[in-house]
């Protein structure tokens, strides 16, 4: 209460504000905490400033994104942005944070205006995929990846995301060649061998799907999708007794898996 009482008698000091940031955090409000804290910057400034000086407060604002700050990192794009609208790297960091925190639709939004703002980053095409297929738009999401691909083929996630645009939409063989092509870029990558060996389940190859699926799991234990789809490749070759404990993981992790088998 004293610190917003000062606020309040001298918004123009920078320590205020640093002090109520702190007992905003002590309250868990990080996101005020947050407002407060990309305020103290502003007036910490030399001369001090109305807004961020974007070139002076990215560098700050990553720093907090890296470090796992969430609600400061976003809170400081968000000041970034006031102050320039159309900086592509707060848009596209904070439409990063937005995914991380499962609000697809504002990680779309934030990610489609830089691209508009500057459309020739490979990876603000691969994140945007990302964020549309988490949203179920698949044919965006694969026209996205392809979009990014087109700018840098050697993008792995770029392949992944697009193979999983095409198994949303049933296209299994099509995306059985962007899972390939994400493992040639990443050899080892996990998420897209246990997508590989879910698409080769989904075609009832299970005697092809079980070695990536077994090298996805081993890779990134607990994935229920590459649990389940082993123990449903294990049961189409007659192999119940070394289904049934990846089945009852895989509904354990994810209950809504249950019908599945």
């Known amino acids: 209460l004293a610190w917003w009482r000062l606020v309040q008698l001298d918004p123009a000091t920078a320590d205020a504000f640093d002090g109520l940031a702190a007992i905003r955090d002590s309250q868990g409000r990080t996101a005020a905490a947050a407002r407060a804290r990309a305020r103290a910057l502003i007036l910490r400034a030399d001369p001090p400033r109305s807004r961020v000086e974007p070139a002076e407060a990215l560098p700050h604002a990553v720093a907090l994104h890296e470090a796992g700050r969430l609600a ?6 968000a ?3 006031d102050a320039d609208p159309r900086n592509t790297d707060a848009l596209h960091l904070r439409g990063l944070i937005a995914c991380a925190t499962g609000r697809f ?4 939004g934030l990610i ?22 988490a949203l179920g738009r698949w044919a ?5 990846a392809r979009r990014a691909l087109r700018l840098n ?3 792995p996630e770029a392949a992944n995301t697009l193979g999983n645009a095409l198994s949303s939409q049933g296209r299994w063989e099509e995306a059985l060649r962007a899972y390939r092509e994400a493992l040639r870029r990443r050899p080892g990558y996990a998420e897209a061998e246990g997508n590989l060996g879910i698409a080769l389940q989904a075609l009832g190859r299970a005697a092809e ?18 649990e389940l789809a082993l123990g449903n490749a294990l049961l189409a070759q007659q192999r119940a007794e070394e289904a049934g404990p990846l089945l009852r993981a895989a509904v354990r992790r994810r209950p809504a898996h249950a019908p599945s088998w």
């Open 72 to 77: 400061e990192a976003d809170a400081l794009y």
């Open 79 to 81: 000041a970034i942005l």
């Open 105 to 108: 639709e504002d990680a779309a």
């Open 112 to 133: 489609g205006r830089a691209i508009q703002c500057g459309g020739r980053v490979a990876d603000h095409h691969a994140n945007h995929a990302f964020a549309l297929h």
């Open 140 to 144: 965006e999401a694969e026209a996205a």
């Open 153 to 155: 083929p050697s993008l």
């Open 209 to 226: 799907a079980e070695p990536h699926l077994r090298r996805a799991l081993d890779a990134s234990p607990g994935m229920a999708e590459a």
